[in-house]
Nanobody
Framework: QVQLVEDGGGLVQAGGSLRLSCAAS????????MGWFRQAPGKEREFVAA????????YYADSVKGRFTISRDNAKNTVYLQMNSLKPEDTAVYYC???????????????WGQGTQVTVSS
């Protein structure tokens, strides 16, 4: 069992930055790949970014590539999402999740956090 707690969401103006964090319980955090997803009102949950167990491989949705950076600190059992040049269309609830194999598919993730709201004003 893995428990995930996201933090760092909030209200920011377009062009601004936020850094989300996701703290995981359990001693096996370093064995898992991690992902960030988001869900806007009335839309399906979509992939944002993923990182493998070591942090050596990262993957991004085209919509955030070049603006967002995913990273992890296995010593702190934490994964981060640095979001720069934010746009109003980035407004959503952001979720972190755990998977055995790095993937963009939400169905492959086993554990999810409760989500944190990110709102970007124009």
């Amino acid at each position: 069992q893995v428990q995930l707690v996201e933090d760092g969401g909030g209200l920011v103006q377009a062009g601004g930055s936020l850094r989300l964090s996701c703290a995981a319980s359990g001693r096996t955090f370093s064995r898992y790949a991690m992902g960030w997803f988001r869900q806007a009102p009335g839309k399906e949950r979509e992939f944002v970014a993923a990182i493998n167990w070591s942090g050596g491989s990262t993957y991004y949705a085209d919509s955030v590539k070049g603006r967002f950076t995913i990273s992890r600190d296995n010593a702190k059992n934490t994964v981060y999402l640095q979001m720069n040049s934010l746009k109003p269309e980035d407004t959503a609830v952001y979720y972190c999740a755990v998977t055995r194999v790095t993937t963009r598919s939400p169905g492959e993730y086993n554990y999810w956090g409760q989500g944190t709201q990110v709102t970007v004003s124009s």
